[in-house]
């Protein structure tokens, strides 16, 4: 099977710290591989530079065959993506969300409608396509999200931290949507999250960053075997260490903060 | 170009939507106009200077105008965390498209704003001098539009998040909007003072706009649309070179 994404000595430094520290992985075509890690471990700032939302300051990365800064469209046009934030627009409804998606993608038009339809479907949100997004709780904004991702039919699929933040039943729900896909539409799955079981359950594999380095990769069952643990969990706990990690509040949490407050 | 438009599209149909925005964004220019314009009005006649409603309208306008024009601009900052920003950020479409969608859409936007406050300062007693000229004024009204959604989207592109807000309101909307001559006439002020209106790019469009609805120009229709246009052409630019530099 081939390589779908390739990273090799990949680094990041945001003036003198370095958040992804020379690191090396592959994904093979149609697996689902999930990349672990305490937080500020560097798994945004992995998906940011694979996605072309960020530049490397060194090492190289090939998505789909092509290298985001030289080919940034052939990149995103092959993949798509549910951010850790939501980024749909409130003021639109649901069907209008899928709209600017596929223009912006360029689907053509009747393949557009008929994929809207299919995937609206899919993810049990047809009959509130013209309802605004605002109205929506966030386990339907997150359906959304994932159908909107698979629009255009991408190669890979990004996830984010999908789950985080919803009950289990909606949870259980979204992997059962996104195996199918991956299963369906032969798309990879690439997926940060901070619920182990979770990437024990769907994962064929998993890589475990800390502090900027792999630490791990493999099956589940491989890196469990490897630390004698009886679950992921456990194996990650082992690999990672107990100590809590302190993170300093960035701008982004600021914002997240007011986001909050204003909700209400 | 279809990536302009829907983006373009967007703001539109988000504009239209929030009733309560738009009535909410005409509470300040209905004060103004009410407030200042009967206020000063007779001591304006007595001192020689005519009909003041008739002076503060076009000001009025333009404020309007550049409040919702910086707003939207600013909604960058929120928008590229929480919003369809980030959405078209990873789509296969240029930055330049992206800020040109936007910019379009926020001038648009601002401009329906713009025309609105035209016509409730009809209900106060403001009346244009010649209906001719009004084709005139509406491009005033879209060139300011433009110059201040470019320069909102400009800073907005340089900060990270809603705290300098205060600081772009405090040190930069309302002196612009003060020293502009859009309240008071700028002929008799101190020397300094009418310099900095001289620099201020919001003194051309209220004197465009005055000049078109009530024939007051100062500076002259055509120094203030050329003044205007390469100021937008100046701003559009660095904005474009700004935006395409953010990353999230």
């Known amino acids: 099977m081939k390589n779908i994404i390739e990273v090799k000595n990949l680094t990041k430094n945001f003036n003198g710290f370095v958040a992804v520290n020379s690191i090396s992985f592959l994904v093979k075509e149609g697996e689902i591989f999930a990349f672990l890690g305490p937080n500020s471990a560097g798994k945004t700032t992995t998906v940011k530079m694979l996605t072309t939302l960020l530049k490397p300051t060194r090492g190289e990365i090939r998505v789909n065959g092509y290298d985001p800064i030289t080919h940034p469209h052939n990149v995103r046009r092959s993949f798509g993506i549910v951010f850790q934030d939501q980024s749909l627009d409130d003021e639109l409804t649901a069907y209008e969300n899928m709209e600017f998606h596929g223009i912006l993608y ?5 393949i557009r409608q008929e994929r809207i339809e299919k995937l609206l479907k899919f993810v049990e949100l047809w009959n509130r396509k013209d309802d605004l997004v605002k109205h929506f709780s966030g386990g339907m904004k997150r359906r959304l999200e994932i159908a909107r991702g698979f629009l255009h039919q991408p190669k890979i699929f990004f996830l984010d931290e999908p789950t985080l933040g919803l009950d289990s039943q909606t949870r259980n729900h979204i992997w059962n949507y996104i195996k199918e896909l991956n299963g369906k539409e032969k798309t990879t799955v690439f997926f940060t999250t901070h619920y182990i079981e979770e990437a024990d359950r769907v994962a064929n594999r998993v890589a475990i960053i800390d502090n900027g380095i792999i630490v791990a990769q493999g099956s589940p069952q491989e890196l469990k075997e490897l630390t004698q643990s009886s679950s992921l969990e456990e194996a990650f706990l082992k690999l990672t260490g107990h100590t809590i990690r302190e993170e300093e509040a960035a701008a982004i949490d600021r914002l997240r903060m007011r986001r909050k407050i204003m909700r209400r | ?26 509470g300040q220019p209905l004060l103004f106009l009410i407030a200042l314009g009967f206020g000063f009005g007779p001591i304006y006649q007595r001192a020689g200077g005519g009909n003041y409603i008739q002076f503060l309208a076009p000001g009025v306008i333009a404020m309007s105008i550049i409040f919702v024009a910086i707003f939207s601009g600013l909604e960058i900052i929120w928008d590229r965390q929480f919003g369809f920003l980030k959405e078209t950020l990873v789509a296969p479409v240029s930055r330049l498209s992206i800020m040109m969608g936007r910019t379009l859409g926020g001038a648009t936007v601002a401009s329906m704003q713009g025309i609105i406050v035209f016509f409730v300062s009809l209900i106060a007693g403001f009346r244009p001098v010649s209906v001719m000229l009004l084709p005139l004024a509406f491009i005033f009204i879209f060139l300011c539009a433009l110059l201040f959604t470019a320069f909102g989207t400009a800073i907005a592109s340089l900060l990270e998040d809603m705290q300098g807000f205060q600081l772009i309101m405090n040190f930069v909307i309302m002196p612009l909007f003060f020293f502009s001559g859009a309240l008071f006439p700028l002929q008799g002020l101190p020397k300094t003072l009418q310099v900095v209106a001289r620099l201020n790019p919001l003194s051309y469009a209220v004197d465009g706009l005055r000049g078109t609805l009530v024939n007051g120009a100062r500076f002259g229709l055509m120094t203030d649309f050329w ?3 390469i100021i937008v052409g100046v701003l559009m630019t660095i904005g474009s070179y700004l935006f395409s530099k953010i990353q999230i």
Do not use: E, F, T
């Open chain 1, 106 to 110: 360029q689907v053509p038009k009747d």
């Open chain 2, 1 to 26: 170009m279809s990536a302009i438009y829907i983006l373009w599209l967007r703001q539109i149909k988000r504009y239209l939507r929030s009733r309560a925005r738009i009535i909410g964004s005409l």
């Open chain 2, 227 to 229: 003044i205007l246009a």
